[in-house]
T-cell receptor, first 113, second 116 residues
Framework: NAGVTQTPKFRVLKTGQSMTLLCAQD?????MYWYRQDPGMGLRLIHY???????AKGEVPDGYNVSRLKKQNFLLGLESAAPSQTSVYFC????????????FGPGTRLTVT | AQKVTQAQTEISVVEKEDVTLDCVYE???????LFWYKQPPSGELVFLIR??????QNEISGRYSWNFQKSTSSFNFTITASQVVDSAVYFC?????????????FGTGTRLQVFP
């Protein structure tokens, strides 16, 4: 049982390049989330999904797209990376309705030059 | 609007000292949940505790204890007899009472450094 995994762990992009971050969970959780963590700002919600085939915007969605084609996977895409997207990205999941804690992945450190 | 404030940016203590991390929250919901997460230097986020708005009992888990006071909208975290392994960034978070999403709203974190 790996929990929540994220691929890749590190990445450096040039401005304008695109990439996709993969989040996978093997706990059969319904809800999945993408956050970004910036110094002095805590974690901010980018997008989330309440089930396979659904996505919704969070607090800071601009410049990102997501997809949840399979229940276990939640993809975060950057179509045209900008230096402002340099951050650490965390994926999280939780079982379903009810106030359960979220389980976090190890994070992806992304640098956009 | 929901908000979580962790006014202490960084705290430094010497091993075996007690330390309290403050968390103040704002919400209009009558039903909500509060959380603490630990982020050690390795970077992952580790869940520590969840508390619902109807349960104001303090909780103790080993050297960790939490003091929830609705009257002051605070959910403070105390580490007794701190150890070097407690060095980490600690986040307080609030969950909105929106059943479908239960989004977490995080504070900005408090960096705790415990020196030997």
């Amino acid at each position: 049982n790996a929990g929540v995994t994220q691929t890749p762990k590190f990445r450096v992009l040039k401005t304008g390049q695109s990439m996709t971050l993969l989040c996978a969970q093997d706990m059969n959780h319904e809800y999945m989330y993408w956050y970004r963590q910036d110094p002095g700002m805590g974690l901010r919600l980018i997008h989330y999904s309440v089930g396979e085939g659904t996505t919704a915007k969070g607090e800071v969605p601009d410049g990102y797209n997501v997809s949840r084609l399979k229940k276990q996977n939640f993809l975060l895409g950057l179509e045209s990376a900008a230096p402002s997207q340099t951050s650490v990205y965390f994926c999280a999941s939780r079982p379903g309705q009810g106030f359960n804690e979220q389980y976090f992945g190890p994070g992806t450190r992304l640098t956009v030059t | 609007a929901q908000k979580v404030t962790q006014a202490q940016t960084e705290i430094s203590v010497v091993e075996k000292e007690d330390v309290t991390l403050d968390c103040v929250y704002e919400t209009r919901d009558t039903t909500y949940y509060l959380f603490w997460y630990k982020q050690p230097p390795s970077g992952e986020l580790v869940f520590l505790i969840r508390r619902n708005s109807f349960d104001e009992q303090n909780e103790i888990s080993g050297r960790y204890s939490w003091n929830f006071q609705k009257s002051t909208s605070s959910f403070n975290f105390t580490i007794t007899a701190s150890q070097v392994v407690d060095s980490a960034v600690y986040f307080c978070a609030l969950s909105e009472a929106i059943i479908e999403t239960d989004k977490l709203i995080f504070g900005t974190g408090t960096r705790l450094q415990v020196f030997p």
